[in-house]
């Protein structure tokens, strides 16, 4: 039997991607994706079982913020947000994407999609998301882990770290890099998203592999784990159904109050659903 996603569940992470006409995407992205637009996303959330969602807005738009805002919008409430923010940003911009359904900023490190944003400005951005009550989203590579321990730890605000860190499954449990996103897990300011699976996975569909480590994230911090599918999958080995990794769901979390929890519970909770 497929898995059926509770009332209220939630995609916390989940793309919008044009149409390129309306929202060009950026000259200098790393990537330029096929068309995902905000109909495609909605058909493929009512055909799953999912009322809500969080956009995650993605690098080939760069900062500007008008497809993730223009999609919260017509959601009518069922979407949140995240941003990719420039130093040009002022509190205007600020309280208008906060307003529209924005949540956090994301900084992306991952070397193929141009590595590590300037220090500085991820500095300052920590100061001015603290006073709104945001959240960071931090897109890394696993060996950042390792790197920038320290700096994570120090942050003052909630920081959610997407896909599982993107460890590779064929260097275990005991690799550095996920022993130290477990050890964050004690940090109240530390949450995970257990997406990500085809991103995790050495052996391919169906990415049973990438389970141990979602379990793993889950028992070290039950509150603070959040899922998505991470649609329409940009630059991946394999491309995933999306259907497929919705029944992955319940190996990882085979519990139906633990489904709840991160299905429903944490996202609303960080969101403000």
Known sequence: MPFKPPPFACDAHCHVFGPAAKFPYDPKAAYVPQDAPFEALAKLHSDLGFERAVIVHA???????????????????RYRGTAIIDPSFADRQFQQMHDGGIRGVRFNFV???????????????????????WHLI??????????LESTFRKLPVPFVI????????AAGLAQPPFKILLSFMNSENAWVKICGAERVSSEGPP???????????IEAAPDRVLW???????NVKWMPDDAALVDLFPLMAPAPEMQYKILVT???RLYGF
């Open 59 to 77: 690098s080939c738009h760069g900062s500007d913020m008008r497809v993730t805002l223009d999609a919260i919008r017509r959601s009518g409430g």
């Open 138 to 147: 931090l897109h890394l590579d696993a060996d950042d882990l390792v790197e």
């Open 228 to 234: 998505g599918t991470d649609w329409p999958h940009p």
């Open 266 to 268: 944490n996202p609303a």
């Open 111 to 133: 070397r193929h999609l141009g590595g590590r944003p300037d220090m500085a400005f991820f500095r300052r951005t920590v100061q001015r998301i603290q006073e709104l009550g």
């Open 162 to 169: 997407d896909h599982m860190g993107r460890v590779k499954a």
């Open 207 to 217: 990415f049973t592999d990438a389970v141990p480590f979602a379990r793993a994230l």
